[in-house]
């Protein structure tokens, strides 16, 4: 499994203040969480807790959020180093219309980022940095414009969010009128598939911004329990493929409430349902159709990832689901009910790029 949008540094407000939308959400419960990560003992602490979930429910490779401090991101990927799960990480960048605690300026910014990427950024490492740009409204064009920069000078991919609520479009098309959609906002600095990029949500994109995305091989990250639990909307998910966009899946805690990547397959199917519902001519994504995004189609951000074809790395889960399997269950039956009822209970063994995955510690 591949979580393809998350934020360590939420880990204790999952499943926590789920009667918010987006905009009250960030100001009341994400931002003091974060600041809180200024303190490594702190972040050691929960960032161990959030790895041993993503290894329980055997997420062995992600995206993923750390927090504006440079200490607390270069432990959450020695963390990553130690337990052999990969990971792109990102240092957050942001500098307006957040808590001053969580400003940084441009020359920090970029500073810290490239003490990051002198020590993780080796061609073939499992845990490298990704440019993060925490999202428009949080960055002012000069920052975009820096991130576009160390993404381009580095050749790292970057990640960010796009089109999630309404509010949010139009924020963005108040501090950027000059840009002709939000993903535009990201495209003039670069930060927009120059290189590979995976923007979270696009619960509402269309138009320009769909071509765009097309056009720069830009993925989405769907995050379906987020998009619920935010109220935010449902994103087309099957009109996506048909689109000939690239797509993954993401747990987004803590908008999200679930970092068990099997049971975002069922959420996924449910929202392109719901799609069905209303509109008889959209198709809803098949258990195959929702499998193969979460795999093959996420992997393939991470390299050769996401499948058991000849050249692939061998990222791999051993599930006994004999407590499953009472009846005579077809192989894709078998698999079906893992993904809709199994657990972490069921899965035994945890493979990375070959290596078995060992239970990492918490304190
Ligand atoms: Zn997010």
């Given at each position: 499994?591949?979580?393809?949008?998350?934020?360590?540094?939420?880990?204790?407000?999952?499943a926590v203040a789920?009667?918010?939308e987006?905009?009250?959400w960030?100001?009341?419960?994400t931002?003091?969480?974060?600041?809180?990560?200024?303190?490594?003992?702190?972040?050691?602490?929960?960032y161990?807790?959030?790895?041993?979930t993503?290894?329980?429910f055997?997420?062995?490779?992600?995206?993923?959020?750390?927090?504006?401090?440079?200490?607390?991101?270069?432990?959450?990927?020695?963390?990553?180093?130690?337990?052999?799960?990969?990971?792109?990480?990102?240092?957050?960048?942001?500098?307006?219309?957040?808590?001053?605690?969580l400003?940084?300026?441009?020359?920090?910014a970029?500073?810290?980022?490239?003490?990051?990427?002198?020590?993780?950024?080796?061609?073939?490492?499992?845990?490298?940095?990704?440019?993060t740009?925490?999202?428009v409204?949080?960055?002012?064009?000069?920052?975009?414009?820096?991130c576009?920069?160390?993404?381009?000078?580095?050749?790292?991919?970057v990640q960010?969010?796009?089109?999630?609520?309404?509010?949010?479009?139009?924020?963005?098309?108040?501090?950027?009128?000059?840009?002709?959609?939000?993903?535009?906002?990201?495209?003039?600095?670069?930060?927009?598939?120059?290189?590979?990029?995976?923007m979270?949500?696009?619960?509402?994109?269309?138009?320009?911004?769909?071509d765009?995305?097309?056009r720069?091989?830009?993925?989405?990250?769907?995050?379906?329990?987020?998009?619920?639990?935010?109220?935010?909307?449902?994103?087309?998910?099957?009109?996506?493929?048909?689109?000939?966009?690239?797509?993954?899946l993401?747990?987004?805690?803590?908008?999200g409430?679930?970092?068990n990547?099997?049971?975002?397959?069922?959420?996924?199917?449910?929202?392109?349902?719901?799609?069905?519902?209303?509109?008889?001519?959209?198709?809803?994504?098949?258990?195959?159709?929702?499998?193969?995004?979460?795999?093959?189609?996420?992997?393939?951000?991470?390299?050769?990832?996401?499948?058991?074809?000849?050249g692939?790395?061998?990222?791999?889960?051993?599930?006994?689901?004999?407590v499953?399997?009472?009846?005579?269950?077809?192989?894709q039956?078998?698999?079906?009910?893992?993904?809709?009822?199994?657990?972490?209970?069921?899965?035994?063994?945890?493979?990375?790029?070959?290596?078995?995955?060992?239970?990492?510690?918490?304190?």
């Amino acid at each position: 499994m591949n979580d393809m949008h998350v934020h360590a540094s939420q880990v204790r407000n999952q499943a926590v203040a789920m009667d918010l939308e987006l905009l009250p959400w960030l100001q009341n419960y994400t931002f003091p969480e974060k600041v809180k990560y200024a303190d490594i003992h702190y972040a050691e602490k929960m960032y161990r807790r959030f790895l041993h979930t993503q290894w329980l429910f055997g997420s062995m490779r992600s995206c993923v959020f750390g927090t504006v401090h440079t200490e607390s991101t270069r432990l959450l990927m020695k963390l990553y180093q130690e337990t052999g799960m990969g990971a792109f990480v990102g240092k957050v960048a942001m500098n307006r219309n957040c808590p001053e605690a969580l400003s940084e300026d441009v020359e920090a910014a970029v500073e810290g980022n490239e003490q990051l990427i002198a020590e993780f950024n080796q061609p073939d490492a499992l845990v490298r940095p990704i440019i993060t740009p925490r999202f428009v409204p949080s960055c002012t064009p000069e920052l975009l414009r820096a991130c576009g920069q160390l993404a381009e000078k580095y050749h790292l991919p970057v990640q960010s969010h796009l089109s999630e609520n309404m509010s949010e479009i139009e924020w963005v098309a108040e501090l950027e009128p000059e840009s002709i959609s939000y993903g535009d906002a990201y495209n003039r600095d670069g930060l927009f598939g120059q290189t590979p990029t995976i923007m979270a949500h696009c619960v509402w994109t269309g138009g320009q911004e769909l071509d765009l995305m097309k056009r720069n091989r830009v993925m989405v990250a769907h995050c379906p329990t987020s998009n619920y639990n935010l109220a935010s909307g449902m994103a087309p998910v099957r009109s996506f493929l048909d689109e000939g966009l690239r797509v993954g899946l993401g747990s987004d805690i803590s908008g999200g409430h679930d970092l068990n990547m099997f049971r975002m397959l069922v959420y996924a199917i449910q929202v392109s349902k719901m799609h069905y519902k209303h509109n008889h001519d959209m198709k809803f994504l098949s258990l195959s159709e929702a499998f193969w995004i979460a795999t093959k189609s996420a992997g393939s951000f991470f390299g050769k990832v996401g499948s058991f074809e000849p050249g692939y790395e061998f990222d791999a889960l051993v599930i006994d689901d004999s407590v499953l399997n009472f009846d005579d269950y077809s192989l894709q039956e078998r698999l079906e009910r893992f993904v809709y009822v199994g657990d972490d209970r069921q899965i035994l063994y945890r493979f990375c790029r070959g290596k078995l995955i060992e239970e990492p510690a918490v304190i």
